[in-house]
């Protein structure tokens, strides 16, 4: 077995999943994946399954200290909950200082929708982090980065 497919293999024995057959990600044709088709790989699976980077961020101490940090300045009554208008500020701030498009409160709020939970319109410390880790991974694997061939077989 090649080092690039027991690296596969070992992510998804800890439960790492993959968008797609990793195998579509073979960009030289050539039916073995090297390591830097599997960083293509990781790097969709960490954008398209936010379970994923749950899963990586639990061993990251930087990503936990950015995620409380990024949290105590939203929640400046630490009333334990943010609302959609407190991030919605925040994140158009962040993507103003990341130097992204600003987002609109429509995008804010669908964003917010698909970890808000219990849907209750207010964001808990656990629902914030599971949206941020979601949005450093966003921010730091850019999709034009790659193609991918979803026809492909692996």
Same mark, same amino acid.
């Given at each position: 077995?090649?080092?690039?497919?027991?690296?596969?293999?070992?992510?998804?024995?800890?439960?790492?999943?993959?968008?797609?057959?990793?195998?579509?990600?073979?960009?030289?044709?050539?039916?073995?994946?090297?390591?830097?088709?599997?960083?293509y790989?990781?790097?969709?699976?960490?954008r398209?399954?936010?379970?994923? @980077?749950?899963?990586?961020?639990?061993? %990251?101490?930087?990503? &936990?200290a #950015?995620? !409380?940090? +990024?949290?105590?300045?939203?929640?400046?009554t630490?009333?334990?909950?943010?609302?959609?208008?407190?991030?919605?500020?925040?994140?158009?701030?962040?993507?103003?200082?990341?130097?992204?498009?600003?987002?609109?409160?429509?995008?804010?709020?669908?964003?917010?929708?698909?970890?808000?939970?219990?849907?209750?319109?207010? @964001?808990?410390?656990?629902?914030?982090? %599971?949206?941020?880790? &979601?949005? #450093?991974? !966003?921010? +730091?694997?850019?999709?034009?980065?790659?193609?991918?061939?979803s026809d492909?077989?692996?």
């Amino acid at each position: 077995m090649s080092e690039a497919k027991s690296m596969v293999s070992k992510l998804e024995d800890r439960g790492f999943e993959f968008p797609c057959e990793v195998g579509a990600f073979d960009q030289d044709g050539d039916g073995n994946i090297d390591k830097q088709e599997v960083s293509y790989a990781v790097r969709a699976a960490l954008r398209e399954r936010p379970k994923n @980077l749950e899963l990586i961020s639990n061993k %990251l101490d930087d990503i &936990d200290a #950015l995620s !409380r940090d +990024a949290w105590n300045l939203i929640d400046g009554t630490q009333e334990g909950y943010i609302s959609i208008a407190q991030f919605s500020q925040f994140y158009v701030e962040l993507g103003q200082v990341m130097d992204e498009k600003v987002p609109t409160y429509q995008e804010v709020w669908e964003l917010t929708r698909k970890y808000d939970t219990d849907s209750d319109s207010f @964001l808990t410390y656990d629902e914030f982090e %599971l949206l941020f880790c &979601d949005y #450093l991974c !966003r921010t +730091a694997f850019k999709p034009e980065e790659f193609k991918v061939d979803s026809d492909s077989d692996a």
